[in-house]
């Protein structure tokens, strides 16, 4: 009985949406999307369309390369060659790969020079640096967050904070990784593969798969009416759980044969003739979606048959925040996601979703 009763148990979720308009002055639509850093899945969604425009296609195939960095030492993050050649011109992400926040020790670089680390007890005692226990782990604190600012005016090499730190990484308590780097600059500066060429390092594209889903049964969505009216319209949250299934390209027919899913397509609904998916995974950085966002904005410039389009964006389970510097967790699932309905006035709805161990999305 105990055993079923914790299987009963279900986690804190959290779903936050809004709605507003992309040419409202106070629209926060850039800053959600830049603030979260580190994002392996984006998707998109037209109703009504069999192939994208030559743009959207061509921003698709751009969202690319990052970089994958094997046994990486922490230190060489922390160099000042490092820092005034990535992190000072351009913005530069890191996450370590194949760890897992709740068990190993993890780090991300953030691109306003935040370096995040989530270290164990043992590890973070044996670093000697200072930092401030998890949010997630009630009274048996096992693992510790430190921040270190690299864009700090006393992060100099003569200063006795940046030797202190520089030692506990070099000499105290080295720290490798495997690290998925990527860096957003303009101009011709120094390659990521040059500068890690003492160190196993490949250049990869995220991976882009499409296909169009016929005879789709959509959600009917007004842009005025966030919670839906019954019979006129659905709800932000039933769009969500209607996108879910249709990126687990999932039958929506409910048919009493099929024992995988009794889902059905929330109500009112009507049918589109076609409908185009996109899905890119890899290491997309925030400015390749503020990219695609304003691309599809740009959608509805001539008349389509399509009243709104998706763009829905998970990140990193794994990853030490969701939001800007905010403590992410893993808990039972580690999911910490945004969307975006853009409706063809303008109007946008921005669903954020993250689990158990997450702060409320900003």
Not at 31 to 37: K, S
Not at 129 to 143: A, E, T, V
Not at 152 to 158: A, E, G, V, Y
Request: proline fraction near 6%; hydrophobic fraction near 35%.
């Amino acid at each position: 009985m105990a055993t079923l009763g914790r299987l009963r148990e279900v986690p804190r979720h959290l779903l936050v949406c809004e709605k507003s308009n992309f040419g409202h002055d106070k629209s926060r639509h850039r800053c959600l999307v830049e603030t979260h850093y580190h994002n392996y899945r984006v998707s998109f969604l037209i109703p009504e369309c069999g192939i994208p425009s030559k743009e959207l296609k061509n921003l698709v195939m751009e969202t690319g390369p990052y970089y994958f960095v094997k046994n990486l030492p922490v230190h060489e993050l922390i160099t000042h060659e490092f820092i005034n050649t990535f992190v000072k011109k351009g913005s530069c992400y890191a996450l370590t790969y194949n760890t897992n926040i709740d068990e190993d020790n993890t780090v991300a670089l953030l691109p306003n020079g935040k370096l995040i680390l989530s270290l164990d007890k043992d590890t973070y005692e044996e670093t000697g640096l200072q930092g401030h226990p998890s949010q997630y782990f009630g009274r048996k604190i096992m693992k510790f967050i430190i921040s270190i600012d690299l864009m700090d005016l006393s992060f100099k090499p003569d200063s006795k904070k940046y030797q202190r730190i520089s030692w506990s990484f070099k000499e105290k308590k080295p720290l490798k990784f495997d690290f998925l780097v990527a860096w957003h600059h303009t101009g011709v500066e120094e390659s990521m593969m040059s500068y890690f060429s003492n160190y196993q390092i490949q250049e990869h594209q995220p991976k882009i798969a499409v296909r169009t889903v016929a005879d789709l049964h959509c959600p009917v969505l007004q842009s005025s009416e966030l919670r839906g009216k019954p019979e006129v319209s659905c709800s932000a949250g039933e769009l969500l759980d209607w996108l879910g299934a249709v990126f687990c390209n999932a039958e929506l027919n409910n048919e009493p044969n099929n024992f995988i899913s009794t889902y059905c397509c929330p109500q009112p609904s009507t049918v589109v003739a076609k409908a185009y998916l996109c899905t890119i995974t890899g290491f997309i950085l925030p400015e390749k979606i503020c990219l695609l966002l304003e691309q599809l904005c740009h959608y509805f410039d001539e008349p389509k048959l399509a009243p709104w389009v998706t763009l829905s964006v998970q990140g990193f389970a794994d990853s030490p925040v969701s939001w800007r510097e905010n403590e992410h967790g893993f808990r039972k699932g580690g999911e910490h996601l945004y969307n975006f309905v853009i409706f063809n006035n303008q109007d946008y709805w921005l669903q954020m979703a993250v689990g158990a161990n997450d702060d409320c999305p900003p």
